[in-house]
Structures are given as structure tokens and as C-alpha cells.
């Protein structure tokens, strides 16, 4: 990343560089997980103004249609192109 001068001209912090390195890494088993990047300081340090503060949210979905999604993320790559196609 030292050597990206796209990043020199951008002048990222040191935060940054650092989470970006972590999840450019080579080697699967050496990258940062999702869940650790969202715990990553860079993220959480930013979260809150990007998104205007806390959002408490209270929304009610009906049961049915999370069943529909959890069916439609479990099903195969073709079936839910098929799917979608047909939507």
C-alpha cells in the first residue's frame, strides 16, 4: 500500500492503510473477516457520520417473507437468477 500512489494523493490515514491491508491481503486465511472490519477503528470511528448518528429502527416484518429470503439465500446460483429473471 506504500507504494499506491493513488493513496498518497488522497492522503489516507493511518487507520485506513491499515484496514485496507488488511483486507487486500494475498491469502484468504490471512484477510480480516466482515465482521472484524466492522469492528475495525477506522469504521467505527466513521460509521456515525456517514450514517447521521444512531438510528433506532423499529420495523416489523412479516414472518413469511423472511422465510422467502432465507429460502432464496440458501438456493443455488442458476435458481436464483432464474428467479430473478422471472421477477
Known amino acids: 500500500l ?10 489516507c ?5 491499515n484496514l485496507l491491508g488488511m483486507m487486500l491481503k494475498y491469502e484468504p486465511a490471512e484477510r ?3 465482521s472484524e472490519a466492522l469492528s475495525h477503528p477506522f ?17 416489523q416484518l412479516d414472518e413469511t417473507i423472511i422465510e422467502k429470503l432465507r429460502r432464496f439465500a440458501k438456493a443455488p446460483r442458476l435458481k436464483k437468477v432464474a428467479q430473478l429473471f422471472m421477477a
Open 32 to 34: 480480516i473477516s466482515a
Open 43 to 59: 469504521i467505527l470511528k466513521r460509521c456515525h457520520e456517514y450514517l447521521g448518528g444512531a438510528v433506532e429502527a423499529e420495523t
Open 2 to 11: 506504500e507504494k499506491c500512489s493513488q493513496l498518497q494523493k488522497r492522503e
Open 13 to 17: 490515514s493511518e487507520q485506513a492503510r
